[in-house]
């Protein structure tokens, strides 16, 4: 009897324990460099936090779209001028290229998307990413985050040299370098949009339901006047960081 009494005893402690972490605030990250991204990173799964990679091309009307882990220098430069990159982690980014040989229909283009553990759903959880868009002369590259019932807040620059927000101008004529991006809950249904860094910027938005995930894409960046090689014309993104209030 004694016996059971101290195992019941151990199990509530447990229990206890469990329910005191997960009253805690958390902070979960992730980077390139990694060495779960050694060779790469579609379909990889690394820090914590997050679900693997999950990489989607189209390159059915000719041109040529993909991932690879790189400096993001060339692309925080200005014009294939590199500079030093501020969003490295030991020299490594996630990067991204989806490079046309025209411009219409079929242009290639590229989808990362990524699963949070645990959805984003209190006021006060915040997912924030670093992101370089690079140039774009046919299409364009951004970041939304992904719910059930599809993207929410969505951020993208697009050719003509303006930045969106949700589909509106937020700010225009680019600007190379990194941007810091941030979304942050202000309550179950909406939250607030920050950018900082090359672009200064923020803006509002509502979501249907927990933020699930996020996504980051591009398409035809280069219409045919860069090669693949022209790192200019690449996006790149890092420092994943997912931050859920005490609950």
């Given at each position: 009897?004694?016996?059971?009494?101290?195992?019941?005893?151990?199990?509530?402690?447990?229990?206890?324990?469990?329910?005191a972490?997960?009253s805690?605030a958390?902070?979960l990250?992730?980077s390139?460099?990694?060495?779960?991204?050694?060779s790469?990173?579609?379909?990889?799964?690394?820090?914590?936090?997050f679900?693997?990679?999950?990489?989607a091309?189209s390159?059915?009307?000719g041109?040529t779209?993909?991932t690879?882990?790189?400096?993001?220098?060339?692309?925080?430069?200005?014009?294939?001028?590199?500079?030093?990159?501020?969003?490295?982690s030991?020299?490594?980014?996630?990067?991204f290229?989806a490079?046309?040989?025209?411009?219409?229909a079929?242009?290639?283009?590229?989808?990362?998307?990524?699963?949070?553990?645990?959805?984003?759903?209190a006021?006060?959880?915040t997912f924030?990413?670093?992101?370089?868009?690079?140039?774009?002369?046919?299409?364009?590259?951004g970041?939304a985050?992904?719910?059930?019932?599809?993207?929410?807040?969505?951020?993208?620059?697009?050719?003509?040299?303006n930045?969106?927000?949700n589909?509106?101008?937020?700010?225009?004529?680019?600007?190379?370098?990194?941007?810091?991006?941030?979304?942050?809950?202000?309550?179950?249904?909406?939250?607030?949009?920050?950018?900082?860094?090359?672009?200064v910027?923020?803006?509002?938005?509502?979501?249907?339901?927990p933020?699930?995930?996020?996504?980051?894409?591009?398409t035809?960046a280069?219409n045919?006047?860069?090669?693949?090689?022209?790192s200019?014309?690449?996006?790149?993104?890092?420092?994943?960081?997912?931050?859920?209030?005490a609950?």
């Amino acid at each position: 009897m004694k016996h059971n009494i101290t195992f019941a005893a151990a199990v509530s402690a447990a229990a206890l324990c469990l329910l005191a972490l997960s009253s805690q605030a958390q902070t979960l990250t992730d980077s390139a460099a990694d060495p779960a991204y050694a060779s790469g990173y579609a379909g990889k799964n690394g820090g914590s936090g997050f679900g693997p990679f999950v990489v989607a091309l189209s390159t059915a009307g000719g041109g040529t779209a993909g991932t690879f882990i790189f400096t993001a220098a060339e692309g925080e430069g200005n014009r294939g001028t590199p500079a030093p990159s501020t969003i490295d982690s030991n020299h490594k980014s996630f990067g991204f290229y989806a490079h046309g040989t025209s411009h219409g229909a079929g242009d290639p283009s590229l989808l990362i998307t990524r699963r949070f553990t645990h959805p984003l759903a209190a006021k006060g959880d915040t997912f924030s990413l670093d992101f370089v868009t690079g140039y774009n002369d046919g299409g364009l590259a951004g970041v939304a985050l992904t719910t059930r019932s599809g993207p929410v807040g969505r951020f993208q620059y697009q050719v003509g040299g303006n930045y969106f927000l949700n589909g509106k101008i937020i700010v225009k004529g680019y600007r190379p370098g990194a941007l810091h991006l941030s979304y942050t809950l202000t309550s179950p249904t909406t939250y607030l949009f920050t950018s900082s860094g090359a672009v200064v910027c923020s803006g509002t938005g509502k979501t249907s339901g927990p933020i699930t995930g996020f996504l980051v894409h591009q398409t035809n960046a280069s219409n045919g006047k860069k090669s693949v090689t022209s790192s200019d014309h690449n996006g790149y993104f890092n420092h994943l960081m997912l931050k859920y209030i005490a609950k």
